[in-house]
């Protein structure tokens, strides 16, 4: 079984930047593609990024040019770099696998908590 262990969560004023991180255990990472949900409080989950096996990328519009999602295949970790963080930004932030190359997202972390104080 997959297991997805996060980390790098937390506090950080508005204008701040931090950056999430997700190990991939006892997974195929090298051929799987990755993202990163994230879901506050009486919202509905949403998606912030994704990036294939091969490395190609794709981001929401309210995260464009503020947050980068990579990956490290040697380490079997995804990042989330978030830049420019705002109020909004408030969440628990997921790390997802997918079944393939290019999505069908099936596993997923813990969650990490990221706060934006104002």
């Known amino acids: 079984q997959v297991q997805l262990v996060e980390s790098g969560g937390g506090l950080v004023q508005t204008g701040g930047s931090l950056r999430v991180s997700c190990v991939a255990s006892r997974s195929a990472f090298t051929i799987k593609a990755m993202g990163w949900f994230r879901q506050a409080p009486g919202k509905q989950r949403e998606l912030v990024a994704t990036?294939?096996?091969?490395?190609?990328?794709k981001y929401a519009d309210f995260v464009k040019g503020r947050f980068t999602i990579s990956r490290d295949n040697a380490k079997s970790t995804v990042y989330l770099q978030m830049n420019s963080l705002k109020p909004e930004d408030t969440a628990v932030y997921y790390c997802?696998?997918?079944?393939?190359?290019?999505?069908?997202?099936?596993?997923w972390g813990q969650g990490t908590q990221v706060t934006v104080s104002s």
């Open positions: 990036i294939t096996s091969v490395g190609s990328t």
């Open positions: 997802t696998m997918g079944q393939n190359a290019f999505g069908s997202f099936s596993s």
